[in-house]
């Protein structure tokens, strides 16, 4: 009777330690594929600014955000108000500010949501062009934005609105895609 106890003792101590084992073992596998599919920053900044160069040496956009954080699981970038200056050739630079962003892995794309404005002044700092969208999308080489969303472009004496907008930056040249309607304010006449 007295080793049957023990048997009984050693088999239930042999549960025990094999289930703590396995328990473990579950547990950090989880925790692994957790940590894997986990969207959580390694870093982050606030108040930066980031200036990208040519290959010339010239200035190609600078980046200027209240928070940027980074996320190691994909490479991307979010963004907290950023300001994005997109500098061009001969001509003045374009600067683009939104609520919200998020940068590719690769920093090529820029994804701008909520009150995305893009203004661009004259050569005498006065402003010339206005655009103003709920979101867009920007390719910072090829000085490239889009929206598929509701648009409206200001100029002195012009307003478009229209659903859809590709705007080629360094051309100076949009496409208004659906929906387009534009009200041109007619000169003053010469007294």
């Given at each position: 009777?007295?080793?049957?106890?023990?048997?009984?003792?050693?088999?239930?101590?042999?549960?025990?330690?094999?289930?703590?084992?396995?328990?473990?073992?579950?547990?950090?596998?989880?925790?692994?594929?957790?940590?894997?599919?986990?969207?959580?920053?390694?870093?982050?900044?606030?108040?930066?600014?980031?200036?990208?160069?040519?290959?010339?040496?010239?200035?190609?956009?600078?980046?200027?955000?209240?928070?940027?954080?980074?996320?190691?699981?994909?490479?991307?970038?979010?963004?907290?108000?950023?300001?994005?200056?997109?500098?061009?050739?001969?001509?003045?630079?374009?600067?683009?500010?939104?609520?919200?962003?998020?940068?590719?892995?690769?920093?090529?794309?820029?994804?701008?949501?909520?009150?995305?404005?893009?203004?661009?002044?004259?050569?005498?700092?006065?402003?010339?062009?206005?655009?103003?969208?709920?979101?867009?999308?920007?390719?910072?080489?090829?000085?490239?934005?889009?929206?598929?969303?509701?648009?409206?472009?200001i100029?002195?004496?012009?307003?478009?609105?229209?659903?859809?907008?590709?705007?080629?930056?360094q051309?100076?040249?949009?496409?208004?895609?659906?929906?387009?309607q534009?009200?041109?304010?007619?000169?003053?006449?010469?007294?």
């Amino acid at each position: 009777m007295f080793s049957d106890r023990w048997k009984l003792i050693s088999v239930l101590i042999l549960v025990a330690a094999f289930s703590y084992w396995a328990l473990e073992k579950l547990t950090e596998d989880s925790a692994a594929k957790l940590n894997k599919l986990a969207h959580y920053p390694d870093y982050y900044m606030e108040n930066f600014t980031t200036l990208t160069m040519n290959q010339d040496g010239t200035p190609k956009n600078r980046l200027n955000a209240v928070y940027m954080a980074h996320y190691p699981d994909d490479n991307t970038s979010e963004l907290h108000k950023p300001e994005l200056e997109i500098f061009r050739i001969d001509r003045p630079p374009i600067m683009v500010t939104a609520d919200n962003g998020w940068v590719t892995s690769n920093n090529d794309v820029i994804l701008l949501s909520g009150n995305v404005y893009l203004h661009q002044n004259d050569e005498f700092g006065n402003l010339k062009v206005e655009l103003i969208a709920e979101d867009a999308r920007v390719l910072v080489d090829q000085k490239y934005a889009e929206t598929d969303k509701a648009a409206t472009l200001i100029t002195k004496r012009s307003i478009t609105n229209s659903i859809g907008m590709r705007a080629y930056l360094q051309e100076q040249r949009m496409e208004f895609l659906s929906n387009v309607q534009t009200t041109i304010e007619p000169r003053q006449a010469v007294q």
